[in-house]
T-cell receptor, first 113, second 114 residues
Framework: QKEVEQDPGPLSVPEGAIVSLNCTYS??????FMWYRQYSRKGPELLMY????GNKEDGRFTAQVDKSSKYISLFIRDSQPSDSATYLC?????????????FGIGTKLQVIP | NAGVTQTPKFRILKIGQSMTLQCTQD?????MYWYRQDPGMGLKLIYY???????DKGEVPNGYNVSRSTTEDFPLRLELAAPSQTSVYFC?????????????FGPGTRLLVL
């Protein structure tokens, strides 16, 4: 079983839709949860991060963590064509003193005008 | 601020050839990383460095070598290229290695080994 599972998509939605992107994980030691956005042929860039369980909102983006279910989500409201990208979840936590960051494989999102 | 820069952008290698992928950051970050990204496999850590003169292996170090003589530069060396090393390589840097800091990624180097 992979430490982090993420559906690769692709996910196609019409402009203005609410998008829900999700990851599940198996490692209970994960404490920090991040979402990176990667445009085609570019490097990933950090979108949001959260610590432990709860919600965090930033403009049209909301990150949600449920540690009891080992499940994290990223919601995008009023999606725009410029949101078309691959979204990678990432997680980290103490692992014998080594702070390892584990990435999901990424979900490809297309927002259709 | 250029951030993290990588050269070359794209390279074709023959099996058995060697090459060095260059990475430079101008943010005075102490931590630097090399990842490879393959379709359906996500980002895999090859090597990382916590400062000049200090490097350590990541998940997939076989076939690669690194050095870190300065804070700014972190080159990745492929000694005997193999088709399995066909991938997109990303260099990244961060200020602290705590798991909460932002990792800043370069634009990537696409490598094809034939």
């Amino acid at each position: 079983q992979k430490e982090v599972e993420q559906d690769p998509g692709p996910l196609s939605v019409p402009e203005g839709a609410i998008v829900s992107l999700n990851c599940t994980y198996s490692n209970s030691a994960f404490q920090y949860f991040m979402w990176y956005r990667q445009y085609s042929r570019k490097g990933p860039e950090l979108l949001m991060y959260t610590y432990s369980s709860g919600n965090k909102e930033d403009g049209r983006f909301t990150a949600q963590v449920d540690k009891s279910s080992k499940y994290i989500s990223l919601f995008i409201r009023d999606s725009q064509p410029s949101d078309s990208a691959t979204y990678l979840c990432a997680m980290s936590g103490n692992s014998g003193g080594y702070q390892k960051v584990t990435f999901g494989i990424g979900t490809k999102l297309q927002v259709i005008p | 601020n250029a951030g993290v820069t990588q050269t070359p952008k794209f390279r074709i290698l023959k099996i058995g050839q060697s090459m060095t992928l260059q990475c430079t950051q101008d943010m005075n970050h102490n931590y630097m990383y090399w990842y490879r990204q393959d379709p359906g496999m996500g980002l895999k850590l090859i090597y990382y460095s916590v400062g000049a003169g200090i490097t350590d292996k990541g998940e997939v170090p076989n076939g690669y070598n690194v050095s870190r003589s300065t804070t700014e530069d972190f080159p990745l060396r492929l000694e005997l290229a193999a088709p399995s090393q066909t991938s997109v390589y990303f260099c990244a840097s961060s200020y602290l290695r705590t798991g909460t800091e932002t990792q800043y990624f370069g634009p990537g180097t696409r490598l094809l080994v034939l």
